[in-house]
């Protein structure tokens, strides 16, 4: 796969070393950027704070985001990415262990392209893992980069 970015917003740091095992074991060698939390993954996403001199170009191919974190929740995440120009376009897939149907519901009235409830089994998730990067590293033709 190449070389564009994948963001994963997750506050769990099994969730996220699961995460990273099964994009390693899928041979996913695109970078990942690891926000830890609603908030550091805005920052990320709008260059503000310790990102502020990100390249504004730099845009990840795909944001993995859970729901429930600290500080900014995921869907308030997701209604940020959905209001800005720069932003709206964006590949978010939910990726949560919510069995919530609001949850679900929520996250596609906010604008989310996938919702994928995260499979307790590992080999399910590392096969979860690899359908998710063959389609939106590989498969997927994404929108035109906003330019400023």
């Known amino acids: 796969m190449d070389e564009r970015t994948i963001l994963l917003v997750e506050d769990n740091p099994d969730d996220i070393e699961l995460t990273l095992r099964a994009l390693g074991r899928n041979r996913v060698a695109n970078e990942v950027i690891v926000a830890h939390d609603g908030e550091e993954a805005l920052n990320y996403l709008f260059r503000r704070g310790a990102y502020e001199k990100r390249d504004i170009n730099d845009m990840p191919a795909v944001v993995l985001l859970d729901l429930n974190m600290p500080k900014v ?44 409830r995260k499979p307790v089994d590992f080999d399910q998730f590392t096969k979860s893992v690899l359908q998710l990067g063959l389609y939106w590293l590989v498969l997927n033709e994404p929108p035109p980069a906003v330019k400023e």
Do not use: C, F, M, W
Request: aromatic fraction near 4%; proline fraction near 2%; hydrophobic fraction near 35%.
């Open 73 to 116: 929740g995921g869907l308030e995440v997701l209604s940020q990415i959905r209001s800005h120009d720069r932003t709206k376009l964006l590949p978010v897939v939910i990726l949560t262990s919510s069995k919530e149907e609001q949850d679900l519901v929520n996250g596609y009235a906010l604008g989310a392209n996938s919702y994928i």
